[in-house]
């Protein structure tokens, strides 16, 4: 009876032991064959010690490839963007230039300030040049404005730009300016209460005759009633164009000095009563 003991002990014994020698799988491993997504262990930004955070593994985008700046316009060309934006002719671009190359200077501290289509009263443009002879015609042109460093530059043309005249500074400065209104706007006495009796701005025509009589130019106020023209110093009648028989207005005689703009103003006559 106690060798049955002793044996069933060994035995007992051995199996604890052969139990003992079997290899435990590790802590984190994973059976073969096991389906289980790819982890990618990186530091986390701005962790301290052993700290890390587990992050999927991802695949970067693929690189656009940059675009190679292109050869910047010239100056040229972007003054005729510019104009044909404004719906100017071709040709203010090569005045522009011209002017640049008179005054020895680059193109782009010529500016463009102003254009406005006109007519001229001879095929001079309205500049009297001596010697020179100039056809008693209407020409339909352009009044343009340059800004430069020597100052404003008028320079008048044509329809088509191949007659031109360039006015310096010292010609350009002096004129007449002001503004045309038309009354009464409604019938009755005019009185202060009622603003639509009152003067409103008038878009019309007026031609410039010198002190001999001979047509000068013809100029037009804006929706608002003004105007601005530069003419040479002189004395000057403004001959305002009238209906048959109204609205109406009176000439007038203005005077220009040098280096001033006349300040006038124009009354229309509605012709209520």
Same mark, same amino acid.
Request: proline letters at 10%; one cysteine or more; hydrophobic letters at 35%.
């Given at each position: ?53 587990? %992050? !999927?593994?991802?695949?970067? &985008?693929?690189?656009?490839?940059? /675009?190679?700046?292109?050869?910047? @316009?010239? #100056? *040229? ?105 038309? %009354? !009464?706007?409604?019938?009755? &006495?005019?009185?202060?209460?009622? /603003?639509?009796?009152?003067?409103? @701005?008038? #878009? *019309? ?69």
């Amino acid at each position: 009876m106690s060798k049955k003991i002793d044996w069933f002990i060994i035995l007992t014994l051995l199996s604890i032991l052969l139990g003992a020698c079997a290899v435990a799988p590790q802590a984190g491993s994973v059976p073969s064959g096991s389906l289980v997504p790819t982890i990618k262990v990186t530091e986390a930004a701005g962790s301290s010690g052993d700290e890390t955070a587990a %992050s !999927p593994t991802a695949t970067p &985008p693929a690189s656009r490839p940059t /675009p190679q700046p292109g050869t910047p @316009p010239s #100056q *040229a060309a972007l003054n005729l963007a510019t104009q044909q934006a404004a719906n100017l002719p071709d040709f203010v671009s090569t005045l522009q230039e011209k002017l640049a190359q008179e005054l020895a200077v680059d193109t782009a501290q010529v500016l463009l300030k102003e254009s406005t289509e006109t007519m001229w009263p001879n095929s001079c443009l309205g500049v009297q040049v001596r010697g020179m002879m100039c056809a008693d015609v209407m020409v339909p042109g352009y009044r343009l404005v340059f800004t430069t460093p020597q100052g404003e530059y008028e320079c008048r043309t044509n329809q088509d730009g191949s007659n031109y005249r360039l006015l310096p500074p010292a010609a350009g400065q002096n004129g007449i300016t002001g503004q045309i209104l038309i %009354s !009464p706007n409604c019938a009755g &006495p005019v009185t202060l209460d009622n /603003p639509d009796c009152l003067d409103k @701005p008038y #878009q *019309a025509s007026v031609l410039v005759l010198d002190s001999s009589g001979s047509l000068v130019t013809v100029f037009e106020s804006d929706s608002q009633g003004f105007f601005k023209v530069t003419l040479p110093p002189g004395s000057y009648t403004l001959q305002p164009e009238n209906g048959n028989p109204y609205p109406k207005a009176a000439e007038q005689t203005v005077i220009v000095q040098e280096g001033a703009f006349t300040p006038v103003t124009i009354n229309y006559n509605t012709g209520m009563r």
